[in-house]
């Protein structure tokens, strides 16, 4: 498992607005794709025409003076290298079009058609301002008076030269696209994509599990091979619910009025979304794409939905917790099993998505390759990236670290490496019976510090059990009536010695040191060893019940240096508060990185966690968490007592309770000093003390500019 990060995705630039810093964040996050075979890819698009229909559709497309064929070979009539035209980009491909339309047309029911309006941005959810510079779109939608991202089928970028330059360019507008379809759209499962530079072509996908591109062909060279493809693209549209192209025919779109809703196909069953609850997940282009939803059953019963692609090797969810109830039912008391289920987020049902019969999983390019299943990872070149324009701000709000800048990785070239396979995920739906609000979004102080020692609860009932949760964090809690519920047990496993090694697992920001570090932190010294001997082989690192604990210290903590009270937050005179100073502490406790020094420190110096706590937080915050430090200092007491003989570690149910104990005696000390607090973010009121500079326009002095284009 690659190390995890905080999503640039999920930090402030991906969420001003700026397109150019939104593109670098994901471009950062998806950091490589595959490079395939030309034909493995298009045989996974559609049925590709056989030797006879190819004949039939070339000798159509002689008679309809779209090719030549003489003496000087196979050729198409109006479209020449591009490279060699001396008109504009736009009039370069106007031909390209034609050409399209003509193989689409030879495609029986083809539900789609080309479009390549230069002059109107395509309708978007998230104020994307981005304008492709063509595309594929539904027929059904062809006659409205706009163009919907919803409705485009597969986008294109073109480029008249083939250099270094022009190749990174569309490499970086095509997966934008890409990503903007994915991340828009709960209808779609996958997307393809295409660009071309001169001569070369490449299609592209999007799915959950990586993005590809093919080897280029040339597009006057090849053109069976052209042909191929557009005719594979029209057979893939040609059903109704156009599911070749990527749409999800278990999920429908209706217009409420003025307001969007899904409806979610779970078994026999159909699910109307009523709000949105978390869809920040879907910003990744790789990953779960976890959304999730408030909707109703067909009985009008309230339920939460969540749609997310899980590792195709994974248990699901619904499992997983089904399997922690039994062990539950036999390890716990009566009253102590009712109390668990209490805490636990309640599922309703689970089922792997279906369509055609079949479970819906990502695509394997390499598939139907017989002969050449070459296949490699292309890493992405980060620099430049064309555009800097300010642009509306997009949707979804989830723990912010800092700027990108900060975290950007060296820049990587083109390097290749071959990896033994290629990753595959499952679709999955589970339906939850308790609909609330995670403890990140509750505002009440007192609520938060409820809401978090409920799950504190559930952790306690699920570590007596045998099991550790392995990501709890500030969006896992859920705040339901009047009790904290723990959810998201998609990484929840037995404790269990004899297993191989823990892969690193969880939330970034509130994650364990040693899960993060992959080692113990608090061994006793080695005594000391002759110089000529080896020193011991460590065994291989695992989770214990006391990294799931820390990982509430870093929820419980991060709550008060996210955050100020809003009686604080309303008095700018008051000169004792540094809005500044807290955020620069938040960053380097939360630097959204493995491996930052800072965030070690942040929580093994105790001397100057206290001092960061009573420093940067107001009196009124600091006066309810003043035991952050020493919440710190038992946990580690507990780690030293457990390591105090590796490699046996002394991991028993006395340990267990004191721990809990302590650390539920911690939250409910700050729930009693909570009383009516109100939560302001920081973020927040950093953008209203921020000055602007003279130089910076307004988004009202920019109203009526056209977008540009990139």
């Known amino acids: 498992m690659p190390a995890p990060f905080t999503p640039h995705t999920s930090q402030t630039d991906y969420r001003t607005g700026d397109l150019k810093l939104a593109r670098t964040a994901v471009l950062a996050d998806l950091g490589r794709y595959l ?134 360019d569309d490499e970086q507008k095509i997966i934008w696209s890409l990503h903007n379809i994915m991340r828009e759209d709960p209808c779609r499962r996958f997307a393809f994509g295409l660009t071309i530079e001169d001569t070369q072509l490449r299609l592209w996908l999007s799915n959950r599990a990586f993005v590809a591109a093919t080897k280029p062909i040339n597009f006057f060279e090849n053109i069976d091979r052209v042909i191929s493809l557009f005719y594979a693209l029209g057979s893939a549209s040609a059903s109704a619910t156009m599911k070749g192209l990527g749409w999800d025919p278990t999920v429908e779109r209706v217009h409420n009025g003025e307001e969007i809703q899904y409806k979610f196909t779970v078994g026999d069953e159909v699910f109307t979304t009523t709000r949105e609850l978390a869809t920040y997940g879907a910003d990744s282009m790789v990953g ?81 390759e017989e002969h050449d299943r070459t296949w490699e990872w292309v890493s992405i070149d980060l620099n430049p990236i064309l555009s800097a324009r300010l642009h509306l701000p997009s949707t979804g709000d989830v723990p912010d670290s800092g700027r990108l800048s900060a975290f950007l990785p060296t820049q990587l070239g083109i390097v290749r490496r071959h990896e033994t396979g290629i990753p595959r995920r499952v679709h999955v739906r589970t339906v939850f019976k308790d609909v609330g609000v995670v403890v990140k979004d509750v505002t009440s102080l007192a609520d938060n510090l409820k809401c978090l020692s409920g799950g504190l609860k559930a952790l306690y009932y699920l570590h007596k059990a045998g099991w550790v949760h392995r990501d709890f964090s500030i969006g896992n809690v859920i705040w339901v009536g009047d009790i904290g519920k723990l959810g998201d047990f998609e990484y929840a496993k037995k404790i269990d010695s004899n297993t191989s090694h823990d892969v690193r697992t969880g939330t970034m920001p509130f994650m364990a040191l040693e899960v993060e570090s992959q080692g113990y932190y608090f061994l006793p010294p080695l005594d000391p060893l002759p110089f000529d001997t080896d020193l011991p082989i460590d065994p291989p690192f695992r989770m214990n019940f ?97 390591e105090a003989n590796y490699p046996e570690l002394a991991l028993d149910n006395t340990l267990l309770e004191d721990m809990h104990g302590r650390a539920a005696e911690f939250l409910r000390d700050a729930q009693e000093r909570a009383m009516d607090i109100k939560l302001s973010p920081l973020p927040d009121l950093l953008k209203q003390k921020r000055s602007r500079p003279e130089s910076e326009s307004s988004p009202l002095e920019n109203r009526g500019k056209r977008p540009r284009h990139g």
């Open 35 to 168: 490079q395939v075979p030309f034909d493995s890819l298009v045989n996974c698009v559609g049925a590709v025409p056989s030797q006879q229909v190819l004949e039939q559709i070339r000798d159509h497309l002689i008679e309809s003076e779209i090719l030549i064929d003489d003496k000087n070979g196979l050729r198409w009539t109006e479209f020449t290298p591009p490279a060699q035209s001396k008109a504009s980009e736009e009039k370069t491909f106007q031909p390209l079009g034609r050409i399209i339309s003509a193989i689409l047309a030879q495609v029986q029911n083809h539900g789609m058609s080309f479009s390549s309006n230069q002059n109107q941005t395509p309708l978007s959810q998230r104020n994307n301002t981005f304008r492709p510079d063509a595309y594929l779109v539904r027929d059904d939608k062809q006659t409205a008076p706009r163009t919907h991202w919803f409705d485009i089928a597969v986008p294109f970028e073109f480029k008249k030269e083939r250099n270094t330059e022009t190749l990174r």
């Open 546 to 642: 006391l990294h799931d604990i820390e990982s509430v210290w870093w929820t419980f903590t991060w709550i008060f240096f996210y955050h100020t009270d809003t009686n604080t937050a309303k008095a700018p005179a008051d000169h004792s508060f540094d809005v500044h100073s807290q955020w620069t502490q938040f960053q380097l406790a939360f630097p959204g990185a493995i491996g930052q020094i800072s965030r070690r420190d942040f929580f093994t110096l105790i001397r100057h966690l206290q001092s960061s706590c009573k420093d940067v937080l107001s009196k009124t915050c600091f006066d309810v968490c003043c035991h952050i430090p020493h919440f710190a200092k038992a946990l580690q007491d507990g780690y030293r007592k457990v």
């Open 288 to 368: 779960r794409g976890t959304r999730v939803y408030e909707a109703t059953d067909a009985k009008g019963k309230k339920v939460a939905i969540k749609d997310s692609w899980r590792e195709v090797e994974r248990q699901s969810e619904g499992e997983i917790l089904e399997n922690i109830l039994a062990s539950c039912a036999e390890k716990l008391k009566a009253e102590e099993l009712a109390d668990a289920k209490r805490h636990f987020v309640g599922v309703r049902l689970w089922e792997d998505v279906i369509i055609d019969d079949t479970r819906d999983e990502t695509l394997d390019p390499m598939v139907t």
